[in-house]
């Protein structure tokens, strides 16, 4: 259950504020909320992480595809800890945020700026934070093949 409930969080948080950044703002627009540190820069990257491979929709497609694919089986074949189901979660959910976005708008909604950091959005964050905690918690753990 903790699983598909990250998915659905992260998947309505995503897709609201992405919502409500298109509704409030043109594409190129940009607004700063703390001088210096952290902009909200609407844009439409078309291409992967730091703007590569514009075009390559249908690769990122089958890529993000493939990794849901890999999750939800891990989830539903095997009795995951907690910690390893949110972590999923929270991939699967923001790799579905992106997917919709490239699906409905041929490309992903970014908006927000961290000074020299690319643009990035809520789903960046949760693939990004959950990929990060899950290499961290396979490194840290010699004995997986326990776990599942």
Not at 63 to 73: E, R, T
Not at 84 to 104: E, K
Request: charged residues 10%.
């Amino acid at each position: 259950m903790r699983f598909w409930l990250s998915i659905i969080l992260i998947l309505l948080f995503d897709q609201l504020s992405k919502f409500w950044i298109a509704s409030t703002m043109l594409i190129g627009g940009s607004k700063t909320v703390i001088e210096g540190v952290l902009s909200l820069s609407y844009v439409h990257n078309r291409g992967a992480a730091f703007g590569i491979l514009q075009g390559g929709w249908w690769l990122f497609l089958v890529i993000a595809f493939c990794v849901i694919a890999a999750m939800v089986f891990l989830n539903v074949k095997f009795s995951l800890r907690p910690s390893l189901q949110y972590m999923t979660g929270l991939v699967v959910g923001g790799s579905l945020g992106n997917v919709i976005d490239r699906w409905l708008y041929g490309a992903v909604r970014d908006f927000i700026s961290i000074g020299w950091w690319p643009v990035f959005n809520v789903a960046d964050m949760a693939i990004v934070s959950g990929g990060a905690l899950l290499m961290l918690y396979i490194l840290l753990n010699d004995n997986l093949e326990h776990e599942l």
